[in-house]
């Protein structure tokens, strides 16, 4: 069931127009969606950065950073964070598509974001002065439980919507929660709202 899920989800990505955010003065940055199948359940893996790093410290996010000069391009990025933040190695990984980029506002990133399937359950392991802990929230919670909650919040001079995902005791929210929410979306997920 879950690869039909995500071979939907994957020809919904191709047919789409993506947008690309390319402001001079944002950094480039790249996760990885993990998505892996269980008794033919879809999960997703986030992960709770670690209190130690520079920015964004305690937050959930989906694994990923910075694109460095050494990295091909910006996938080649999301699967090396990946690999170093939890373990999920490059090769088992089959990119099923990108979403729109998302923009930080407190860190300056533009985020290009990367949906990616395996198969099966991958050994993980946080590696831990960047991963607090590894989050995997199966499909269908986004479905039955969980709660989408809206906020306009001013940021310089402008209005934004900041949404949060209440689920399994977590709290997603900023960019880690526009992400989910364009995943969600494109996908044909609905989760109930606050």
């Not at 069931?1 to 950094?27: D, F, G, H, N, T």
């Not at 964070?81 to 990133?109: F, H, M, N, Q």
């Not at 050994?123 to 002065?129: F, I, K, Q, T, W």
């Amino acid at each position: 069931m879950c690869e039909a899920l995500v071979e939907e989800l994957r020809q919904r990505l191709s047919k789409r127009r993506r947008i690309s955010v390319s402001k001079s003065y944002l950094r480039r940055a790249a996760v990885l969606i993990p998505i892996y199948q269980e008794e033919g359940e879809c999960f997703l893996v986030f992960i709770r950065r670690s209190r130690s790093v520079n920015s964004h410290g305690g937050e959930i996010s989906f694994p990923g950073g910075g694109v460095l000069e050494t990295d091909r391009d910006s996938l080649s990025a999301a699967l090396r964070e990946a690999w170093e933040e939890v373990g999920i190695p490059p090769e088992e990984v089959k990119v099923v598509g990108v979403l729109d980029d998302a923009e930080t506002v407190t860190s300056r990133y533009a985020i290009t974001p990367y949906v990616g399937f395996l198969r099966k359950k991958p050994a993980m392991r946080p590696e831990p002065s960047e991963v607090e802990e590894i989050i995997e929230i199966p499909l269908r919670a986004f479905c039955e439980e969980a709660r989408l909650h809206v906020e306009d919040w001013v940021i310089g001079d402008t209005w934004m919507p900041i949404y949060f995902y209440r689920v399994r005791g977590y709290v997603i929210w900023g960019a880690t929660a526009r992400i989910l929410k364009n995943l969600l979306d494109v996908w044909g997920v609905s989760v109930r709202s606050d």
